[in-house]
């Protein structure tokens, strides 16, 4: 970390390149991506549509739902063809205040967090999705027929992708966090029922208002929990450790 100390200003200044960067990044981005706007939301749509019954299909009933529903999409797919750019501008902004130390932690962490996050988001796809909408569709039938509009189905499956990817980024923070002394072990394993509860709580908030959402979600919450406590007893900073960090220089 430098040792000058920038002006209020100069970091004002600074920011703004870094925001206007990243929103050229994201307008770029969702340039790109609505020009695929119907190909994402086939992909988008198709688990629910695999599991529609014979005679539904997905509805818009306000004039401009659509079109908001492809810009919405567009905005989505823009956000995630910009994340390298705009991870890359934060690292810009934050890295003259960072020690060596810290530097090197950096890079790995948005590494990791992205690809964890991709890991949560197709687990929710590949694995939650299926599993949710055949439930839920199997209760059509008779004189229910099932006729989703599209706005409620984005908006349900959005969450759930983000939900699942924020979840899954447990370990990465995890690991962080005991590596700078904040957490331990013996503090997570002491607090395993409380965490319990929070899991499912949690996932009351995170998730859309259904109890199998909530338990699709939880499941995965209390073993990535386990799997943290693990990471932080094998690479969480020792004693030893906190006590070369103590002890004066020279």
Same mark, same amino acid.
């Given at each position: 970390?430098? !040792? ?31 020009? $695929?706007?119907?190909?994402?939301? *086939? ?6 549509? &695999? ?8 509805? #818009? ?12 999409? /567009? ?5 995630? %063809? ?14 003259? @205040? ?6 090197? #932690? ?5 590494? $990791? /967090? ?7 988001? /197709? ?11 055949? $439930? $839920? ?7 229910? %027929? ?7 189905? %984005? ?22 966090? @005991?590596?700078?002394?904040?957490? /331990? #072990?013996? @503090? ?13 709580? @949690? ?6 208002? !259904? ?10 919450? *209390? ?20 006590? &070369? &960090? ?5």
């Amino acid at each position: 970390m430098t !040792d000058q100390k920038m002006p209020l200003t100069a970091h004002l200044e600074e920011l703004r390149k870094r925001l206007i960067s990243s929103f050229i990044a994201l307008a770029v981005g969702f340039g790109i991506a609505y020009g $695929f706007k119907e190909k994402l939301f *086939l992909f988008l749509s198709s688990p629910l549509v &695999e599991h529609l019954p014979e005679g539904s299909a997905l509805q #818009y009933i306000a004039i401009p739902e659509a079109f908001l529903t492809y810009l919405k999409i /567009s905005l989505f797919g823009g956000l995630f %063809l910009a994340m390298p750019v705009i991870l890359y501008e934060v690292w810009r902004f934050v890295a003259p @205040g960072l020690y060596e130390r810290e530097k090197r #932690y950096f890079i790995p962490f948005v590494v $990791f /967090s992205m690809l964890f996050f991709l890991g949560g988001a /197709s687990f929710c796809y590949y694995i939650v999705f299926p599993f949710v909408f055949r $439930f $839920f569709m199997s209760f059509s039938g008779g004189s229910l %027929l099932a006729m989703p509009a599209i706005r409620q189905y %984005l908006s349900f499956a959005t969450r759930l992708l983000i939900a699942f990817g924020l979840v899954f980024e447990m370990p990465i923070f995890i690991f962080f966090l @005991g590596r700078i002394g904040l957490v /331990s #072990y013996k @503090g997570l394993a002491r607090q395993r029922r409380m965490a319990v509860v929070l899991v499912f709580v @949690g996932a009351a908030l995170l998730t859309p208002p !259904d109890v199998v959402s909530q338990l699709m979600l939880a499941g995965p919450l *209390l073993i990535l929990f386990e799997l943290s406590l693990q990471i932080v007893r094998i690479t969480g900073k020792k004693p030893s450790e906190e006590e &070369e &960090e103590e002890a004066p220089a020279g």
